[in-house]
Each structure stands twice: as C-alpha cells, then as structure tokens.
C-alpha cells in the first residue's frame, strides 16, 4: 500500500490543499475505504518519529547526569502511545461529533485530507531535530526553529479544515487547536504515567 500510485497521489494532493487548491482533495479516495488507508500516513512518517525520539533521548542525557534521568523504555513507550493515539483522538471524537455538528458529509474527506496532509507538514519540525541532531542548528536557535515549524503544521491543519472540512476561517481554527490540544494533552499524560 505505501508507495503504490494511489499514496504517491494522495501526498500530492495533500500538498495542493496546502497551497490553497481545493481540487488537490480530489487526488485523494475519499471513500471509507480511503479513510482507512489514509492512516497509511501514520507508517510513512514512523521514521520520522524515530528520529524525534532519537533527537530527544539526545537532548536528555545532555540535561540529566548519567543513570538519573527518564529510562529509555519509557520514553520509547509514551513516545509511541502518544504517537499511535495522537493519529487517533481526533478523527474518534469528531465522528461522535459529526452528526450533531452537521458535519455528516464532510467527515471522511477531511479525515483523510488531515491523514495525508499530516506527512509533509510535519517535514519542517523533522528537519529541524534533524538539523540539530547532527550539530548544524544551535541550541538558541532551536526554539525558534521549533516555534516555526509548529505553526506551519498549525497552519496546515488549517487549511484543511477550510478547504476539506468546508469550515469558516474561526471554526478551522477551533478544530486545528482541538487536534493539536488532543495531542498535547495526550503527551503530557502518557508522560505522566510512564515518568518520562
């Protein structure tokens, strides 16, 4: 499934909707059949988490003296729960959602835009941790790098919410924060339970 024409198709549309072309949906199977293979997207950004993690394991044992910070297998468990679950939350509450919302018919495009979207806007915060990681970006300037990459995976969601999910300018940006609090709110309590 990943690599076929169908993915290599739906990664270009996501990257039209990006750019504000609402007929890049159209490159993506909106059908539910195409909302389950969307989270195909979820395996092609795995090594992307990888190198996350690994920059982060990185950044610790730079903060914590040897043997007293978090444990690895904890980390690598709350990263990929947060990870897993983080894909997850969203697309779940909006379809409890949906019909009281009036959001019905368009569910499962926009889930599938936001799925298919999510690969190249999270290229930016990659680059960055990469970039770190291998010494060619500042601690100082790590901040600001992050910050901006963030927003433009912000924006993103977005632009999908606009364009895919047919909502006003407010409510894109009332859905875009829901996912992106899910998320954190996600992390921050795998965190807590793993102690990491």
Avoid: H, K
Avoid at 91 to 107: D, K, Q, T
Avoid at 158 to 177: E, H, I, N, Y
Avoid at 180 to 196: P, Q, W, Y
């Amino acid at each position: 499934m990943i690599g076929d024409r169908a993915t290599f198709d739906a990664l270009r549309g996501a990257v039209r909707l990006i750019l504000g072309d609402r007929a890049g949906l159209a490159a993506m199977d909106t059908s539910i059949a195409g909302f389950w293979a969307s989270f195909a997207a979820m395996a092609i950004l795995a090594p992307a988490v990888l190198v996350t993690v690994t920059m982060e394991l990185a950044a610790l044992g730079e903060a914590y003296p040897a043997g007293t910070g978090p444990g690895t297998g904890a980390m690598v468990a709350s990263a990929v729960l947060t990870y897993v679950l983080g894909w997850i939350a969203f697309p779940a509450m909006l379809a409890v959602l949906a019909r009281p919302l009036g959001l019905g018919r368009v569910f499962v495009p926009w889930m599938v835009a936001r799925n298919w979207t999510t690969v190249p806007a999270s290229l930016p915060y990659v680059a960055v941790l990469a970039l770190w990681g291998l010494g060619l970006l500042s601690r100082q300037a790590l901040g600001g790098a992050t910050l901006a990459a963030l927003g433009f995976s912000l924006f993103c969601g977005w632009r999908v919410a606009r364009l895919a999910g047919g909502q006003a300018p407010m409510a894109a940006v009332g859905f875009t924060l829901l996912d992106f609090l899910l998320g954190v709110a996600i992390e921050v309590s795998l965190d807590r339970l793993f102690d990491t």
